[in-house]
């Protein structure tokens, strides 16, 4: 994809990028859209869709019409939610303006965008990764059933024996990152699919940037099926245990070159 281009074309030079990860969400994009422009603050989205057999892209090009500011990344196929939001944290970043501030929201609306006000308030107090958090006070579930909350709190006090810090809701996708935090470890991500939230935070902390959470109310999606699958769950489970098995034994290798 000839992004120069594209960019000739557009309004790309936005202060807050937006990464809208699909995969049909036909019933959602729309909508969405056209809620996160009403907001009226300086945006550019970016949509990553894998060729959705629903016909999601046709709807964002439609869009595309009426506002200037959206790019559209198609892949040809289904290739996961880490590489999607890598991809999307890459083409931001080579823009000829790239944004101060990146947020990424499922595109389902389980994520509120009248949250993004306050997760770049934040980002412009000084934070470089802004979670918005469930579990924290004031945070909510709604139209979850008890086995995806017990899912989702086992994930999170998995991601704690990797990060070693108690964040409450690490596994939560809507977030806002500095464009500075996104340059220092863009190259070191290799999720595939929703370990991304762990790996972005781990990658956050190592390099010692400042990680807030803000408390969020989450709504199950009302339209269209999630995508995380046992698959999905097993590529999480397996990035946890790698990660801690490489801890470990570059702890044991430092020990023993000291002793
Ligand atoms: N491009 C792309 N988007 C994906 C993929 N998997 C999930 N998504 C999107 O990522 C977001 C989160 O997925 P979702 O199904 O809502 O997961 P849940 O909230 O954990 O149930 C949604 O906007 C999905 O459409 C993928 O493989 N590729
Ligand atoms: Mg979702």
């Known amino acids: 994809m000839n992004l120069q281009s594209i960019e000739g074309n557009l309004k790309l030079d936005s202060e807050i990028g937006i990464i809208l990860p699909t995969y049909c969400e036909a019933a959602n994009i729309e909508k969405l859209i056209c809620e996160i422009e009403s907001?009226?603050?300086?945006?550019?989205?970016?949509?990553?869709?894998?060729?959705?057999?629903?016909?999601?892209?046709?709807?964002?090009?439609?869009l595309q019409k009426k506002y200037s500011n959206i790019l559209i990344l198609e892949r040809p196929c289904k290739k996961g939610l880490g590489t999607a939001i890598?991809?999307?944290?890459?083409?931001?970043?080579?823009?000829?303006?790239?944004p101060k501030y990146v947020v990424t929201m499922d595109a389902d609306f389980s994520h509120?965008?009248?949250d993004i006000p306050r997760l770049v308030q934040l980002a412009k107090k000084g934070y470089d990764l802004i979670i918005g958090g469930r579990y924290c006070a004031g945070g909510r579930t709604e139209r979850w059933g008890p086995m995806r909350v017990l899912i989702s709190r086992v994930a999170n006090m998995f991601a704690w024996t990797v990060l070693g810090a108690r964040i409450p809701d690490c596994t939560s996708g809507l977030r806002c990152y500095s464009s500075r935090l996104l340059?220092?470890?863009?190259?070191?991500?290799?999720?595939?699919?929703?370990?991304?939230q762990i790996e972005t935070v781990r990658q956050a902390i190592k390099r010692g940037f400042h990680v807030a959470e803000i408390p969020i109310t989450f709504a199950n999606r009302k339209s269209g099926k999630s995508k995380l699958t046992f698959n999905e769950i097993r590529q999480f489970v397996s990035y946890i245990v790698k990660t801690k098995l490489e801890d470990c034994f570059r702890k044991f290798c430092t020990a023993s070159t000291y002793k």
């Open 39 to 62: 907001l009226n603050l300086n945006t550019s989205i970016l949509v990553i869709d894998d060729s959705s057999p629903d016909g999601t892209v046709q709807i964002v090009r439609k």
């Open 183 to 196: 340059q220092g470890i863009v190259n070191n991500l290799h999720s595939e699919t929703y370990e991304i």
């Open 112 to 114: 509120n965008p009248r």
């Open 86 to 98: 890598t991809e999307g944290f890459k083409t931001l970043l080579s823009l000829k303006h790239p």
